[in-house]
């Protein structure tokens, strides 16, 4: 907002307001890190004070620029400035810092604190998600700029530390930045060279700025970070590279002291992550000169900090402008006003029945992940909101679609080339997602999710709408081998909270999934797609109410005496043993089976979902003894890789539960585990 700066003695003490409310939170809590909040007061004051363009009354204006912590071990810092500037977060909230159900949780969550972009805590995310958030800034003003109304502009900040430079995500997510060229990204690097372990020298001894000049950012070198005019002429100078043609992110390197302010522990590892301790809080007190209670800020401190009314001031502003803009583009603003709320549009609303039908009707055996691109080239001219891309696998795991336009350094676009960066694409995914305006998807081979693992994990965390789209699911993916085949991999993704896990057997399946992740507004999903073919087997557009609620009965029989649970390929594998299996062994045991698929097994926690768990609890209570060793989890055995395997395999498996029905009636036979574990349980 380029705010005038307060005197040096007043921009002293705003300083040292961030630093006792730091020291007097983790005290009162008795943990926490006080370190980073003190080394980067100065830091603090100048950005959020100087020049952070946001309005403490309205945290969602669309305009806003983006603060993110990506050390969120220094929470107390990002919480100091926001009840300081003005957000519902009062002092009271400060005061239960780390404690359950206060709005001050132990690092920053999302949808917890008013204010706060993005949870960060897991080191080097958070940085990947500000390039998120910068890249959509970035597509958004490409797509709804016009000449004269520049309705998308505005900065995305982040701090970080040695922890975020160290963690291999920060450089797979720095080179896209700098490659794309996302030169709103002004990221200030906390150089304190202390990590939880001490002196990082024997563990990093990276020539960090070279790095990121390497990558193609504009570094700025050895800024003094207690020095408020030095920090403010590098903000200054990076904010004006931003906006030139050829304009780079930033990264501002700030030489800092952890702890800054305690006489005995600044410049050690001691204060990263504990409380000072009385004797020290005291010592502190004295040397900064600072006679206030814990707690309690002086109000003309609180007052110089305060920024509702500039902040309003500035809302006030880009409303006026977004009124100019949508008298003159008045379609262009209602879909930016539509994109940013995460509203679906209302053609979606209007076609998505008919997409179905189309793809009911459609014929022939097809992959999961070609019924996926179908899926997308029926449903994407619906969802402008759409970002999708690939690490690197475009051809394999077809996300683009018919529509799609590359997104580049100069180019605006709806599919990015991520590169080889799994991770990196979760956690950018997440930040663009977190932005709003778009919808990010991104694919990769299902053996690699577990790259990306982390940040599924927090885009489930922050009820984010990600669709992940994981082709190649199975061992009947080829002869990659080994390091290619999923073994683990899907029930590893389902037993992550809040994540959708669909595995859709046939076309409609498939198109359903993506309608519900789509559809979705409070979370991710992964989808799991075949590389082979799968022969249709739902043929009804109405079959999809079905697959919407996550398991369903495929094929039934009266006074069923086994049930085959299947997802993805196995599910046609299922349907041939359960007539196979049918006659097979009739003359010796009467043995119908059931069908029955599951997709998405922690959908049945829902609402929609739990008729069939309680149907399923139900199968479990009649057809397992209950003095048996086994559970109705039976996996099936694989470890090699062609598809007449696991139907050889299949076959086995069931014929041996025929022998001994009252080990196994009920058979869950997709998302295999490793062979010890399955050999061990049955046999
Ligand atoms: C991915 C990840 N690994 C480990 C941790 C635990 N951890 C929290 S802070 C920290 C050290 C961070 O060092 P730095 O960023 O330099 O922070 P400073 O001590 O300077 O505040 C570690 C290892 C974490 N939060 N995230
Ligand atoms: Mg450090």
């Not at 100065?42 to 912590?69: G, M, Q, T, Y």
Request: aromatic share 8%.
């Amino acid at each position: 907002m380029n705010r005038t700066a307060p005197n040096a003695a007043m921009a002293n003490e705003m300083a040292n307001a961030i630093r006792f409310l730091a020291i007097d939170a983790v005290e009162a809590a008795k943990s926490g890190h006080p370190g980073a909040p003190m080394g980067m007061a100065e830091i603090a004051e100048v950005l959020w004070n100087r020049h952070l363009k946001h309005s403490p009354a309205n945290p969602h204006w669309p305009d806003r620029d983006r603060f993110v912590l990506s050390n969120g071990h220094g929470s107390m810092l990002i919480y100091a400035l926001l009840h300081l500037t003005g957000y519902d977060l009062p002092i009271e909230e400060l005061k239960k810092f780390r404690q359950l159900h206060s709005k001050t949780p132990g690092h920053p969550e999302v949808g917890i604190t008013p204010g706060v972009e993005t949870t960060t805590g897991p080191l080097g995310q958070g940085i990947s998600n500000a390039v998120g958030l910068a890249l959509a800034e970035k597509m958004l003003a490409a797509e709804f700029n016009q000449p004269g109304h520049s309705i998308v502009d505005h900065f995305t900040y982040c701090f970080l530390g040695d922890g975020c430079m160290m963690e291999g995500v920060s450089h797979e997510v720095c080179s896209l930045a700098g490659t794309l060229r996302t030169s709103k990204l002004i990221a200030i690097y906390d150089d304190n060279g202390i990590s939880i372990d001490g002196h990082v020298e024997g563990w990093f001894a990276d020539d960090t700025p070279a790095r990121f000049e390497a990558y193609g950012w504009n570094v700025i070198r050895d800024v003094n970070g207690h020095d408020a005019a030095a920090v403010d002429a590098a903000i200054r100078s990076a904010k004006a590279q931003a906006v030139l043609v050829d304009g780079k992110p930033t990264l501002i390197c700030t030489k800092t002291e952890i702890g800054k302010g305690s006489p005995n522990k600044v410049g050690t590892h001691d204060v990263h992550g504990a409380a000072l301790g009385a004797d020290e809080v005291a010592a502190t007190r004295a040397a900064l000169n600072w006679n206030h209670a814990p707690f309690e800020i002086p109000s003309d401190v609180k007052s110089a900090w305060d920024c509702t009314d500039s902040g309003r001031t500035a809302e006030a502003d880009w409303d006026n402008r977004f009124a100019e803009y949508a008298k003159a583009f008045p379609e262009k603003a209602a879909e930016f006003r539509r994109r940013m709320t995460g509203e679906l549009s209302d053609e979606y609303q209007s076609k998505i029945a008919d997409v179905m039908v189309q793809i009911a009707a459609s014929e022939g055996d097809v992959a999961t992940r070609k019924a996926s691109q179908n899926a997308l080239d029926a449903i994407a001219p619906l969802v402008p909101e759409f970002f999708g891309g690939s690490a690197d696998l475009t051809g394999s795991n077809l996300t683009n679609f018919k529509t799609a336009t590359y997104a580049g350094r100069d180019a605006w676009g709806n599919h990015l080339s991520y590169g080889v960066r799994e991770f990196g694409m979760a956690a950018i995914m997440n930040g663009m997602a977190l932005h709003g305006g778009y919808l990010p998807y991104g694919g990769t081979f299902l053996t690699f999710s577990d790259y990306s693992r982390n940040a599924i994990r927090m885009a489930a965390l922050m009820k984010q709408r990600v669709v992940h789209v994981f082709t190649h699911d199975s061992i009947g993916l080829g002869e990659d081998g080994p390091t290619h085949q999923s073994i683990e991999h899907v029930p590893s993704l389902r037993i992550i909270p809040g994540l959708d896990v669909w595995r859709p057997c046939d076309a409609l399946e498939t198109a359903t999934a993506w309608a519900h992740s789509v559809e979705r507004q409070d979370g991710p999903s992964a989808l799991a797609l075949s590389r082979q073919g799968m022969p249709k087997l739902l043929k009804e557009a109405s079959d999809a109410d079905k697959v919407r609620k996550g398991g369903y009965i495929l094929s039934d029989m009266l006074n069923p005496q086994a049930v085959i649970m299947a997802t993805g390929s196995e599910v046609q594998l299922a349907m041939q043993r359960k007539r196979h299996w049918r006659l097979r062994v009739s003359q010796h045991v009467l043995c119908q089976c059931r069908v029955l698929t599951c997709l998405i097994d922690n959908r049945m926690n829902t609402k929609s979902g739990s008729f069939h768990r309680i149907y399923l609890l139900w199968q479990l209570r009649r057809h397992i003894p209950t003095s048996g060793a086994n559970t109705w989890e039976e996996r099936a055995v694989l470890s090699v890789s062609t598809a007449l395997v696991i139907q050889h395999r299949l076959l086995f498996f069931m014929n041996f539960s025929v022998l001994q029905p009252k080990r196994l009636l009920m058979l869950f036979v997709s998302e295999f585990r490793g062979s010890n574990h399955v050999q061990s349980n049955v046999i």
